[in-house]
């Protein structure tokens, strides 16, 4: 069984791909590639992860007419003619598309080569690419029954998204030990990703007086990004228990360790909460493609699995008020309760299935 995975953009899309990958590579004969924008964050991640990459020109589409739009129009059907390359000398079985302006062209290509298709939809709300291939492809996945309703009833499976297992699966006193900190003691998490700190750094930083005063004994795992790590670090020097990092690779230790955290609400990152059932305060990032960020929050929010704070809102009494109310043992036992009932184990066994049932046609 051959395999492409399209992908790209952000780790929402990319992070699913490589867990589903990562389960049929365990079949034997199965032979994966990845495929999305050359030189994009993809690219790294796949290579990372041990898999073959092929790049091709594609370029998001803005949602306004422009001068760089068109010349972006053109890139994106360029891509569907390199896609065409692609799949010719890859000679796919099924390719899967997990969303971003990536997958778009190579997922397309597929459609138009008479291959099975299937397509991931990892948030709330669809983003443009599964949107316009919904119509055409073998099958779909989504990420959260909400997302169902978007996509047609006969070809759709509410599967879950993927995440690493490794995630909701180690101890606290293990984790807290990697990280550094007391297992026995208060620990916030901060982990907004590094492009998208700044704000919650920011605000973070003016907060600390009024959270500390409340919580007493406090430990905070802060990922500030590498803008703002200089910062941060000066800023948090004077507190007991902040460990500053500018990034942290092993997610499911920081998540393990922790009582509560501030994050931004990404796909990969709503998914992992889940499954670690990590109660948060969420500030959705406001610069997201269609505004998805804020669209999952809400979600998690109305199922009381969370926090919702949103960017413009943030200052520096609320964020303290809410950190403050989430670490409380009482709120956090009702989020942990409610993350659990939205996490769906499997997720990737489920879409593995779909993928070989597809191949099998």
């Not at 390359?85 to 290509?109: D, H, L, N, Q």
């Not at 929010?301 to 809410?322: F, G, H, P, Y």
Request: glycine letters at 10%; proline letters at 4%.
């Amino acid at each position: 069984m051959r395999v492409i995975f399209a992908c790209g953009g952000t780790g929402g899309h990319i992070y699913p791909a490589i867990a589903v990958a990562d389960l049929l590579k365990r079949g034997a004969g199965v032979k994966v590639l990845f495929a999305g924008s050359s030189g994009g964050m993809e690219e790294k991640i796949a290579g990372r992860a041990g898999y073959k990459f092929k790049g091709v020109d594609a370029k998001p589409l803005l949602r306004r007419f422009s001068a760089k739009n068109a010349g972006n129009i053109y890139s994106s059907l360029k891509a569907v003619a390199q896609s065409a390359g692609i799949i010719k000398e890859f000679r796919p079985c099924v390719v899967m598309g997990t969303g971003g302006f990536a997958s778009f062209p190579v997922v397309a290509a597929a459609v138009l080569e008479g291959k099975r298709t299937v397509i991931h939809e990892p948030n709330m709300k669809p983003g443009a690419a599964n949107r316009l291939l919904a119509g055409f492809v073998s099958a779909i996945t989504v990420g959260f029954e909400e997302t169902a309703v978007y996509f047609p009833k006969s070809r759709v499976c509410v599967t879950g998204n993927p995440v690493r297992s490794s995630i909701g699966a180690v101890s606290r006193s293990a984790a807290a030990g990697r990280m550094g900190v007391n297992p026995l003691r208060k620990t916030l998490l901060v982990m907004p990703g590094s492009r998208a700190a700044h704000s919650i750094n920011e605000v973070l930083l003016a907060a600390l007086p009024y959270i500390y005063a409340k919580v007493k004994g406090l430990q905070v795992l802060w990922m500030s990004g590498d803008a703002d790590y200089g910062r941060v670090k000066k800023g948090a020097a004077s507190y007991r228990g902040i460990r500053v990092f500018r990034f942290i690779k092993r997610a499911e230790d920081a998540y393990a360790a922790s009582d509560a955290g501030i994050l931004r609400a990404g796909a990969a990152t709503l998914s992992e909460i889940t499954a670690a059932k990590l109660p948060c305060v969420l500030v959705p990032y406001p610069h997201a493609t269609g505004n998805h960020q804020e669209k999952n929050a809400e979600v998690f929010e109305k199922r009381e699995a969370a926090v919702v704070i949103k960017d413009k809102d943030m200052t520096k009494e609320n964020l303290a008020e809410t950190v403050t109310a989430v670490l409380s043992s009482a709120r956090s036992r009702k989020m942990r309760a409610a993350l659990g009932k939205m996490h769906k184990p499997g997720s990737a066994e489920r879409i593995a299935a779909i993928i070989t049932g597809e191949a099998a046609k």
